[in-house]
């Protein structure tokens, strides 16, 4: 059974600093999701991995897939404000395209 | 191309209580998915639908039905209201169930309180 963790669940961070956000998954997969959610609303797409070593970067967040170790990580640059949210991972469970998600990481950045 | 739209965005339910909720999406996807999402929990598939025509159970089904009444629409039934029902579905919807490359889409969600 596919079970995935991300670590820490909740981050406080001050702005300006940086983090990595931690997605660990427990059987091979072939396919790897990054989404954002602010409160109250839905998922946004940030990052499809799909083979070992890719990386992925968009302003100041950075994805990265090793899927020898079947760790996805999520590394924040110099944070502002506006990064706070939840970040979720999802790994791909099947060939139906269903996704297995992660409990989310709550990042709150603090000036 | 409004994407994916979910109703109703709120509803209130006694136990016992029957209802659907609705979801459709224009951007002629394949597939389509219900979630939940509880706090701490992340979110769990109640059941999805690679295709027109088909569906399948996921991880949390009990309780549910669904509908995959063409391509654009996917709703989910709850036949008989239970508390532990109190949550947060998300409908989703991809491509192509076969293309790694390709995500999901979710629409804005409802919330759903069974008291």
């Known amino acids: 059974e596919l079970k995935v963790e991300q670590n820490p669940l909740f981050l406080s961070m001050q702005e300006g600093k940086n983090y990595t956000i931690y997605c660990n998954y427990s059987t091979t997969s072939d396919r790897l999701y990054w989404y954002r959610q602010d409160p109250g609303k839905s998922l946004e797409s940030l990052f499809v991995l799909l083979s070992n070593g890719a990386v992925k970067q968009e302003g100041r967040l950075m994805a990265s897939l090793d899927t020898k170790a079947r760790l996805s990580t999520l590394h924040i640059t110099a944070a502002v404000h506006d990064l706070s949210a939840t970040y979720f991972c999802a790994v791909g469970g099947g060939s139906q395209g269903n996704l297995i998600f992660g409990k989310g990481t709550k990042l709150s950045v603090k000036p | 191309n409004a994407g994916v739209t979910q109703t109703p965005k709120f509803q209130v339910l006694k136990t016992g209580q029957s209802m659907t909720l609705q979801c459709a999406q224009d951007m002629n996807h394949n597939s389509m998915y219900w979630y939940r999402q509880d706090p701490g929990m992340g979110l769990r598939l109640i059941y999805y639908s690679a295709s027109e025509g088909t569906t399948d159970k996921g991880e949390v089904p009990n309780g549910y039905n669904v509908s995959r009444l063409n391509k654009r629409e996917f709703s989910l039934r709850l036949e008989s209201a239970a508390p532990s029902q109190t949550s947060v579905y998300f409908c989703?919807?991809?491509?192509?169930?076969?293309?790694?490359?390709?995500?999901?889409?979710f629409g804005p969600g409802t919330r759903l309180l069974v008291l």
């Open positions: 989703a919807s991809r491509p192509k169930s076969d293309r790694r490359q390709e995500t999901q889409y």
